[in-house]
Structures are given as C-alpha cells and as structure tokens.
C-alpha cells in the first residue's frame, strides 16, 4: 500500500506558473509509476502526465506538452509537476496516482492506477 498526498495547489494568473508536489508515504515509490490527471467542474478525469520509474520516461498530452513538466525524485518519495505558462483552461483539482509496475512502464488511463490522492485544486485566473 502507498498513499499519496498533494500538494501545491492555489490561485495563480494566467501566464503564471505553480509546481505540485505528490508525497508517497506506506512504500518505497521507486517501482511505482505516476500519473497526474485533472478533473473540471462537469468535466470527465483528464490525463496530464506520467512518469515511469525515471525521470527519462515521461509521456504528456498535447494540451500541455511543453507547459508542464513531471519529475520524480526517489529518494524523496516524491513526484512533481511543473506547470507553466498556466492558463484559464487549466483549472481543475488535480490528482496523484501511482501504481507498481515494471521498469520503463508508465501509464495515461485512469482505471491503470491503484492509488490516489485526495487531490488539490488549481485555479487560473485570466
């Protein structure tokens, strides 16, 4: 079992940028892909990005390839996203997934994870 817990979250203008923090306690996280995902006000759970076991291995969609960033230092039992040139259309809470996997791995669907944080809410203003 590993449980998740985010962090950095807030209010930020458009343009402006915010690094969340995903603390992994219960469980060495080093085998463990992460997943950041986002969910909308009546919108669906939306992938943003993912990480397998290193840095090297990272996978974003194109809604914001190049504005965020995902990192993950081990021996911090910690991940983080990087997010840039925020806008409007980034506003949602934000959530953590990890699950064990083998090496190279990472995952973009939901239902691929085992473990969530509660998640922390961003919101952009424009």
């Known amino acids: 079992q590993v449980q998740l817990v985010e962090s950095g979250g807030g209010l930020v203008q458009a343009g402006g940028s915010l690094r969340l923090s995903c603390a992994a306690s219960?469980?060495?996280?080093?085998?463990?892909?992460v997943g950041w995902f986002r969910q909308a006000p009546g919108s669906e759970r939306e992938f943003v990005a993912g990480?397998?076991?290193?840095?090297?291995?990272?996978v974003y969609p194109n809604s914001v390839k190049g504005r965020f960033t995902l990192s993950r230092d081990n021996a911090k039992n910690t991940a983080y996203l990087q997010m840039n040139s925020l806008e409007p259309e980034d506003t949602a809470v934000y959530y953590c997934?990890?699950?064990?996997?083998?090496?190279?791995?990472?995952?973009?669907?939901?239902?691929?994870?085992?473990?969530w944080g509660q998640g922390t809410r961003v919101t952009v203003s424009s």
């Open positions: 997934a990890a699950r064990r996997t083998g090496i190279g791995r990472y995952f973009t669907k939901s239902d691929e994870y085992n473990y």
């Open positions: 219960g469980q060495s996280f080093s085998s463990y892909a």
């Open positions: 990480i397998g076991w290193s840095n090297g291995n990272t």
